[in-house]
């Protein structure tokens, strides 16, 4: 039997038990070089390239890309007189594993075909084929025999890989590359290089970071790490320095560094995502009808070149889990994650630990060492290239909306990136939309007034077992990508170098606030308009919280077409139920209830749910909130002009945009209040001439439920506004006692029935507020104290006296204090 017959009958005996055992997962997609070959854009001669040479990983490539329509890796490849009997190169073979001075006879063969044949080309398309997609940086045998390694394996261990993980198998087809085009380049950038050494270079470069983009970086084991960390120049000058300043021995300063690493440091290890994912899987199961993800092809087309740092929404302990599983299940490394130091609890922090989480304490309360050494890990963990996830909120939203951004770890990300040796930073802002909370019961409470409850993953999981298992949908969609080196050079902070002890100079603040910013504003871009936040928005707004089934099906699909009309961005997604579904599924999750009155069936909102609808009705405001104050003008002021219309809106829109994080510049607000108004009219609902005006005005009519949408809004400004101007100066109220009034005075309003919709008010809400007012230059803040400018009650009377005079009037009834009262609240701003 000749060479190339037992070549043909091994390969085939390989195939056939691959066939039975092994499953792959196809990663990515090919649809790119599906086009190019249909179209012969390629000429059908493409080469196949694997790092290592391997028949098992080769017969598998083999069957994947002919079920894709590519060519099979054992047809010939043919330039002029040249000729190969199979397509596919291996970088390293196995007689010369790695060994930088020997090259692939075959690709000796095909560069000096191509220097025969200028007019030729060969489009090397490499393959990516891993098994397990465990790091080699576990610190057991065990776990390194058993999993997948940036080490070649063995026979032996291919051998296991197969029999092993089967169904763990992962192949990735990579843009294809021309070899022309790399020896062009090799000789004109590597001109004493030889062709063969910059092509395996360069592509042995691009396998490490297609490998680094799925495995994470080639990690050490924690406790190397620790003492590495220990070693770097940054953490010694911090320990020197807090010797001489705390007047301790270096031993014990050595000592409190090295407390702070371990209580830092994460123990990553693969054993642990794979009890962690199985875990998950069942988890969904029971809890969801499904996980919905949109755009994460902009986050596997950006891995390869990019350090990428998730900064999603933060609206429940799921969370993470939830985003980690949706990396990890589609192929890409899990981030580690920024978890508060309150969630190291026994067992349940070393979980976590393993699954990439790396503990932070929620306030350095001035401990330069501690302040040091995190800053060092951090950068650590950016120079190795490892993907990261924080909150850009710090902590959990109670009301749905954003809130405003903690800083922090994105000043110590960008400090981190201009001390230099890390990948360009893109941030990846990511929309969790959900349907049912699990900490729905805690934050009920909290609205309510009770305390805030210690977060930890023990509460979550107590609330899970008392709470009827039924949360619906859930959903992740990755928003459009910030990238850091762009907003660097609009702030003339590209080229500034610090150290890890520097303070930062205003460009790279100015840099810091405006990725904030940028980064809250595309997490709404990414909303999703799900079932329940569209029909908790009609619902809560609609007298009584109740419409009829004709009423409230009209309105679901007009409020449908006002979203599209007004379009608030490409990565959008509305649901694509029917209004008549959307009303069954409610029903199905509780959160709604029908009855029977006048002969027809009417939908109301559940009584127990009306505080926790109006979260997910938050979720979305940002899309509603500029029809919604073009309602309530149109609808208040009969007789109001485009141009009047204009007016108000603009002077209006810098406080909602602070609040909800709106995206258009003030340049922009005038072609978007155009898109609205036109919509609106070819809704039917308003008629645009000389004056705008109403076509009708029923109490079920959707200008209605639009204009009771900015009531919120406004009402939390008027409170504000009020508040300041009885009180600020006089008793020299701080932010904090400020927000305990304004609550206080809305639960009387509650309580006295004149607030019927469901309503929202938190630190965050005043905060926007009283930065917006420093905007204006209406207020300062000197320290902790409130100072009023002498403009403030003009410009506000400018900007509000037209809102409801009578409620103004309520308002102002209800936020009179005693004496006594204010004594208290100053000193409750003292805890």
Same mark, same amino acid.
């Given at each position: 039997?000749?060479?190339?017959?037992y070549?043909?009958?091994?390969r085939n005996?390989?195939?056939?038990?691959?066939?039975k055992?092994?499953?792959?997962?196809?990663?990515?997609s090919?649809?790119?070089?599906?086009?190019?070959l249909?179209?012969?854009?390629?000429?059908?001669?493409?080469?196949?390239?694997?790092?290592?040479a391997?028949?098992?990983?080769?017969?598998?490539?083999d069957?994947? %890309?002919? %079920?894709?329509?590519?060519p099979?890796?054992?047809?010939?490849?043919?330039?002029?007189?040249?000729n190969e009997d199979?397509?596919?190169?291996?970088?390293?073979?196995?007689?010369?594993?790695?060994?930088?001075?020997?090259? =692939?006879?075959?690709?000796?063969?095909?560069?000096?075909a191509?220097? &025969?044949?200028?007019?030729?080309?060969?489009?090397?398309?490499?393959?990516?084929v891993?098994?397990?997609r %465990?790091?080699?940086?576990?610190?057991?045998?065990?776990?390194?025999?058993?999993?997948d390694?940036?080490?070649?394996?063995?026979?032996?261990?291919q051998?296991?890989?197969?029999?092993?993980?089967?169904?763990?198998n992962?192949i990735?087809?990579?843009?294809?590359?021309?070899?022309?085009?790399?020896?062009?380049?090799?000789?004109?950038?590597?001109?004493?290089?030889?062709?063969?050494?910059?092509v395996?270079?360069?592509?042995?470069?691009?396998?490490?970071?297609?490998?680094?983009?799925i495995?994470?970086?080639?990690?050490?084991?924690?406790r190397?790490?620790?003492?590495?960390?220990?070693?770097?120049?940054?953490?010694?000058? %911090?320990?020197r320095?807090?010797?001489?300043?705390?007047?301790?021995?270096?031993?014990? *300063?050595e000592?409190?560094?090295?407390?702070?690493?371990?209580?830092?440091?994460?123990?990553?290890?693969?054993?642990?995502?794979?009890f962690?994912?199985? *875990?998950?899987?069942?988890?969904?199961?029971?809890?969801?009808?499904?996980?919905?993800?949109?755009?994460f092809d902009?986050?596997?087309?950006?891995?390869?070149?990019?350090?990428?740092?998730?900064?999603?929404?933060h609206? =429940?302990?799921?969370?993470?889990?939830?985003?980690?599983?949706?990396i990890?299940?589609?192929?890409?490394?899990?981030p580690?994650?920024?978890a508060?130091i309150?969630?190291?609890?026994? +067992?349940v922090?070393?979980?976590?630990?393993?699954g990439?989480?790396?503990?932070?304490?929620?306030?350095? =309360?001035g401990?330069?060492?501690?302040?040091?050494?995190?800053k060092?890990?951090?950068?650590s963990?950016l120079s190795?290239?490892?993907?990261?996830e924080?909150?850009?909120e710090?902590?959990?939203?109670r009301?749905?909306?954003?809130?405003?951004?903690?800083?922090?770890?994105?000043?110590?990300?960008?400090?981190?990136?201009?001390?230099?040796?890390?990948?360009?930073?893109?941030?990846?802002?990511?929309?969790?939309?959900?349907e049912?909370?699990?900490?729905?019961?805690?934050y009920?409470?909290?609205?309510?007034g009770?305390?805030?409850?210690?977060?930890?993953?023990?509460?979550?999981?107590?609330?899970?077992?008392?709470?009827?298992?039924?949360?619906?949908?859930?959903?992740?969609?990755?928003?459009?990508p910030?990238f850091l080196?762009?907003?660097?050079?609009?702030?003339?902070?590209?080229?500034?170098?610090l150290?890890?002890?520097d303070?930062?100079?205003?460009?790279?603040?100015?840099?810091?606030?405006? *990725?904030?910013?940028?980064?809250?504003?595309?997490?709404?871009?990414?909303? +999703?308009?799900?079932?329940?936040?569209?029909?908790?928005t009609?619902?809560?707004?609609?007298?009584?919280?109740?419409?009829?089934q004709?009423?409230l099906?009209?309105?679901?699909?007009?409020?449908?077409?006002?979203?599209?009309a007004?379009?608030?961005?490409?990565?959008m997604?509305?649901?694509?139920?029917?209004?008549?579904?959307?009303?069954?599924?409610?029903?199905?999750?509780?959160q709604?209830?029908?009855y029977q009155?006048?002969?027809?069936?009417?939908?109301?909102?559940?009584?127990?749910?009306?505080?926790?609808?109006?979260?997910?009705?938050?979720?979305?405001?940002?899309?509603l909130?500029?029809?919604?104050?073009?309602?309530?003008?149109?609808?208040?002021?009969?007789?109001i002009?485009?141009a009047?219309?204009?007016?108000h809106? =603009?002077?209006?829109?810098?406080?909602?945009?602070?609040?909800?994080?709106?995206?258009?510049?003030?340049?922009?607000?005038?072609?978007?209040i155009?898109?609205?108004?036109?919509s609106m009219?070819?809704?039917?609902?308003?008629e645009?001439?000389?004056?705008?005006q109403?076509?009708?005005?029923?109490?079920?009519?959707?200008?209605?439920s639009?204009?009771?949408?900015?009531?919120?809004?406004?009402?939390?400004?008027?409170?504000?506004?009020?508040?300041?101007?009885?009180?600020?100066?006089?008793?020299?109220?701080?932010?904090?006692?400020l927000?305990?009034?304004?609550k206080?005075?809305?639960?009387?309003?509650?309580?006295?029935?004149?607030?019927?919709?469901?309503?929202?008010?938190?630190?965050?809400?005043?905060?926007?507020?009283?930065?917006?007012?420093?905007q204006?230059g209406?207020?300062?803040? &000197?320290?902790?104290?409130?100072?009023?400018k002498?403009?403030f009650?003009?410009?506000?009377?400018?900007?509000?006296?037209?809102?409801?005079?009578?409620?103004q009037?309520?308002?102002?009834?209800?936020?009179?204090?005693?004496?006594?009262?204010?004594?208290?609240?100053?000193?409750?701003?003292?805890k």
């Open positions: 039997m000749s060479n190339k017959s070549s043909r009958l091994y005996l390989t195939q056939k038990i691959l066939d055992i092994v499953t792959p997962q196809v990663l990515g090919t649809s790119e070089l599906e086009q190019n249909a179209q012969n854009q390629l000429h059908t001669r493409i080469c196949y390239v694997l790092q290592d391997s028949l098992s990983n080769t017969v598998l490539i069957k994947e %890309a002919q %079920a894709r329509g590519l099979s890796v054992f047809s010939p490849l043919i330039l002029g007189q040249y199979n397509s596919m190169l291996a970088l390293n073979e196995q007689d010369h594993p790695h060994d930088s001075y020997h090259y =692939s006879a075959r690709l000796i063969r095909l560069i000096e191509l220097q &025969q044949h200028p007019d030729q080309d060969v489009q090397l398309v490499p393959v990516t891993l098994w397990g %465990a790091p080699e940086y576990e610190d057991s045998w065990f776990k390194a025999l058993f999993a390694a940036w080490a070649k394996p063995n026979k032996l261990k051998t296991l890989n197969i029999s092993l993980y089967g169904r763990e992962y990735e087809f990579h843009k294809p590359v021309s070899l022309r085009a790399l020896l062009e380049t090799a000789q004109t950038e590597r001109p004493n290089f030889s062709p063969a050494h910059f395996v270079q360069t592509l042995d470069q691009n396998f490490n970071q297609y490998k680094e983009a495995l994470g970086p080639d990690l050490s084991d924690r190397n790490l620790i003492n590495k960390l220990m070693k770097t120049e940054a953490v010694q000058q %911090a320990i320095k807090e010797s001489i300043d705390k007047k301790v021995s270096m031993f014990e *300063a000592n409190r560094a090295k407390s702070y690493l371990t209580e830092i440091v994460s123990d990553f290890s693969y054993s642990t995502l794979r962690a994912e199985l *875990a998950l899987t069942k988890l969904w199961t029971q809890l969801y009808d499904g996980i919905e993800v949109h755009h902009t986050v596997r087309e950006l891995a390869k070149d990019y350090e990428i740092v998730y900064t999603p929404c609206r =429940s302990h799921i969370d993470y889990l939830l985003l980690s599983y949706v990890f299940n589609r192929g890409l490394m899990v580690h994650i920024a508060g309150n969630l190291n609890l026994p +067992v922090g070393q979980i976590l630990r393993g990439g989480a790396y503990f932070i304490r929620r306030t350095f =309360s401990n330069a060492l501690y302040t040091s050494v995190f060092e890990y951090l950068h963990l190795r290239n490892t993907p990261l924080y909150f850009i710090g902590g959990r939203s009301t749905g909306l954003l809130l405003p951004p903690k800083k922090g770890m994105l000043s110590m990300t960008v400090q981190s990136h201009l001390r230099g040796a890390t990948k360009p930073i893109a941030f990846i802002p990511t929309y969790f939309g959900y049912k909370l699990m900490e729905g019961t805690s009920l409470n909290e609205l309510n009770k305390p805030k409850e210690a977060e930890s993953l023990w509460g979550i999981l107590n609330s899970a077992r008392k709470i009827e298992k039924v949360f619906g949908q859930v959903y992740v969609n990755f928003g459009e910030v080196d762009h907003i660097l050079q609009q702030n003339q902070a590209d080229q500034i170098q150290s890890i002890h303070e930062l100079p205003r460009p790279v603040i100015n840099t810091v606030d405006q *990725a904030a910013r940028e980064i809250l504003e595309n997490i709404n871009k990414a909303v +999703v308009i799900n079932p329940i936040s569209l029909i908790s009609i619902l809560l707004n609609a007298p009584q919280h109740a419409l009829s004709d009423d099906l009209r309105q679901i699909e007009q409020y449908r077409e006002l979203l599209k007004t379009h608030y961005d490409d990565r997604i509305i649901t694509q139920l029917s209004a008549p579904e959307i009303i069954e599924y409610a029903l199905k999750l509780k709604v209830e029908h009155q006048d002969n027809q069936t009417w939908i109301r909102v559940a009584e127990s749910q009306r505080i926790l609808l109006s979260y997910f009705s938050n979720n979305i405001l940002h899309c909130s500029l029809p919604a104050l073009i309602a309530l003008l149109v609808q208040d002021m009969p007789a002009t485009t009047q219309l204009k007016q809106v =603009s002077r209006l829109y810098p406080f909602l945009k602070s609040e909800l994080f709106l995206k258009w510049s003030a340049t922009e607000l005038p072609a978007q155009d898109r609205i108004l036109d009219q070819q809704l039917g609902w308003i645009v001439s000389e004056n705008i109403l076509l009708e005005l029923q109490s079920t009519h959707p200008m209605h639009l204009a009771t949408l900015a009531r919120s809004s406004l009402n939390n400004f008027v409170l504000i506004s009020q508040l300041l101007q009885e009180y600020a100066e006089p008793y020299q109220l701080d932010l904090k006692a927000e305990k009034m304004a206080t005075v809305f639960k009387r309003l509650a309580e006295s029935g004149n607030l019927n919709s469901g309503y929202y008010f938190d630190s965050a809400t005043l905060k926007s507020f009283m930065g917006s007012l420093q204006l209406l207020l300062e803040m &000197q320290g902790q104290q409130l100072q009023l002498p403009q009650d003009t410009e506000i009377s400018d900007y509000l006296g037209w809102y409801a005079p009578e409620l009037q309520q308002i102002a009834d209800k936020l009179l204090f005693s004496e006594k009262e204010i004594k208290q609240f100053k000193e409750y701003s003292k």
